[in-house]
């Protein structure tokens, strides 16, 4: 599986940007598909995941009712509308998908892409 994360940007305060992910190979509906980020000198971090088969979406606090997490099984496209971003949003964006099914850690995932830089100017 490949991942190919585009829709990064700088973008002002307030603002909405929308990041999609191009996979290709197998993706199965036991798999889960996820956003992390990483802010220049911070660990990466969870930001919203969603089940490919069911659709359910999971987020993290710090996200939770600005971002939301779809994804068009048909075109194998993960999206992430960000709205109402912070300064603290800015960091590298990446996809990633996880075969166990684990929602939320780093080690559950294995597969990433390249990551896209978002940067929110106060």
């Known amino acids: 599986v490949q991942l190919q994360a585009s829709g990064g940007g700088l973008v002002q305060a307030g603002d909405s940007l929308r990041l999609s992910c191009a996979a290709s190979g197998n993706i199965y509906s036991s798999h889960v598909m996820g956003w992390f980020r990483q802010g220049s000198g911070k660990e990466r971090e969870f930001v919203a995941s969603?089940?490919?088969?069911?659709?359910?979406?999971y987020y993290a606090d710090s996200v939770k009712g600005r971002f939301t997490i779809s994804r068009d099984r048909a075109k194998k496209m993960l999206y992430l509308q960000m709205d109402s971003l912070k300064p603290e949003d800015t960091a590298v964006y990446y996809c990633?998908?996880?075969?166990?099914?684990?929602?939320?850690?780093?080690?559950?995932?294995?597969?990433w892409g390249q990551g896209t830089q978002v940067t929110v100017s106060s």
């Open positions: 990633a998908i996880s075969r166990t099914g684990g929602l939320r850690l780093v080690t559950d995932y294995n597969y």
């Open positions: 969603i089940r490919w088969g069911t659709g359910s979406t």
